[in-house]
């Protein structure tokens, strides 16, 4: 088949967004950006495309994301460029370029597309969609909890609180990690009979990432593994422990999660997520915590202490629909405009527009085509529209207009001047 007769699909793993779907996502990303105001973080746009050095500086060569899920490729300077694959990385670079880290404190969210070669399936696709949170200067445990605590308060507004649990761990520092990646590896070593060849390919470049494997059989041996917890010196544990007192001040509950370490290399001390039981085996919908060391390894100030997380929103709309099919109703329409001819049409046009410009928070729709006026009203039913505004040669002649009650049936005759107020007083009053 040629590439004209072909027919044209959307690449795999990467999906349309309709209405009324896409109205859906509006609502709770509005929802989640008017709590990020009122707890004064400020939007960052970063862009969609980085150096391919900057991932494999902040993420870690030897991950999953570097190594098998970045789209990459090289641009007409030759120069290898990456779609990103998250956005804290971007996030960091932006800061350090424009010097936003000096000696200030910062607190971000972003919204957008990331892109990672995985093999889509519900609630994972090649390019998905995230609102992520960071926050820069800071290195208290009271601001990881705040984090936990605007994620909370996140779901309760969705209406899928119950439906959502929280786990927390600490990984301590890169030397804290280092010296239980040494034990963890040994005690691997003594059961890698058991391990598949990817097990073990995984287990001599980062043995952590086993943690989160799973693998049963894993699963299994991990039982009697050393903990990563056995390693951390006081401060982690301090920090750890403050942690949740906040937390457990605050009501909110959480499960510590000896085995959760997140996949990407720059993480320390706290890691959270956000999980469920309710979307099959794509269980996280919001994971993040400390990455202190971040900021220097990308060329910054040394010791900028930093934290955040990330929503996976495809996931988060699905739970919505799921377990809150109510937090979206769709919109109705006010009124539906119907015109008998083009010479009514023109009218109407222009007292629409002087409609809106006095009512503009009013959902107004003008009927196109060349229907008669039952089928107008016809499609006005349909849309389920409150009212009907009916506007022929008789009307206009006598400088009147008709507003009909779509639900009652009822109708009046109104001067069209006095229209604009008839409608403020049912709608705005």
């Keep these: 088949m040629t590439d004209v007769m072909k027919k044209l699909q959307a690449i795999r ?7 009324p779907d896409s109205e859906l996502w509006e609502q709770i990303e509005n929802t989640l950006k008017n709590i990020l105001a009122t707890h004064c973080y400020n939007e960052i746009r970063i862009p969609i495309i980085e150096t391919t050095t900057l991932f494999k500086r902040a993420i870690g060569e030897v991950t999953d994301v570097v190594e098998k899920e970045m789209y990459t490729f090289d641009d007409r300077n030759s120069e ?9 990385a971007g996030c960091v670079r932006a800061g350090v370029e424009h010097g936003l880290f000096h000696n200030k404190e910062q607190r971000f969210w972003y919204i957008g597309s990331m892109f990672r070669y ?6 994972r696709y090649r390019q998905f969609h995230q609102l992520g949170v960071e926050v820069f200067g800071l290195y208290g445990p009271d601001i990881d909890a705040e984090l936990i605590l605007m994620t909370a308060r996140f779901w ?6 119950n439906y959502v649990q929280l786990e927390l761990n600490s990984i301590g520092s890169i030397e804290e990690r280092s010296r239980y990646r040494e034990s963890l590896l040994k005690f691997l070593e003594k059961n890698k009979a058991q391990l598949t060849e990817e097990a073990i390919h995984r287990m001599h470049k980062n043995s952590l990432r086993l943690l989160d494997s799973k693998d049963q059989v894993v699963q299994k041996i991990l039982a009697d593994a050393p903990l990563l917890s056995e390693y ?6 301090q920090h750890f422990l403050t942690l949740c007192q906040f937390l457990n001040e605050s009501g909110i509950s959480y499960r510590v999660n000896p085995y959760l370490v997140r996949g990407l290399d720059y993480y320390n001390k706290t890691v959270f997520e ?11 919908i919001c994971a993040g915590g400390r990455y202190d060391g971040l900021v220097e390894q990308l060329g910054g100030k040394d010791s900028t202490p930093a934290v955040g997380f990330a929503i996976g929103l495809e996931r988060l709309v699905l739970l919505v629909k799921k377990v809150n099919p109510d937090f979206y109703l769709s919109p109705k329409l006010d009124v539906y405009f119907v015109s008998e001819n083009n ?3 023109a009218k109407a046009i222009k007292l629409a527009e002087k409609i809106r410009d006095s009512l503009p928070q009013l959902k107004l729709k003008l009927h196109y085509g060349k229907q008669k006026i039952s089928k107008q009203l016809s499609s006005a039913n349909k849309c389920s529209a409150t009212f009907a505004l009916i506007l022929g040669e008789n009307e206009i002649a006598k400088q009147k207009i008709v507003i009909k009650n779509l639900l009652t049936g009822e109708q009046n005759l109104l001067m069209q001047e006095d229209l604009i107020l008839f409608l403020n007083k049912i709608f705005i009053e």
Excluded: F, Y
């Design 118 to 123: 995985e093999r889509p399936q519900k609630g």
């Design 274 to 284: 956000w999980v469920t039981n309710h979307l099959g085996s794509q269980g996280a």
């Design 232 to 237: 951390l010196n006081d401060e982690s544990k």
């Design 156 to 161: 309760k507004k969705l209406g899928i609180l």
């Design 80 to 88: 290898s460029v990456t779609l990103r694959p998250e956005g804290t």
């Design 13 to 19: 793993g990467m999906n349309d967004c309709l209405p």
């Design 343 to 345: 010479t009514s049409r």
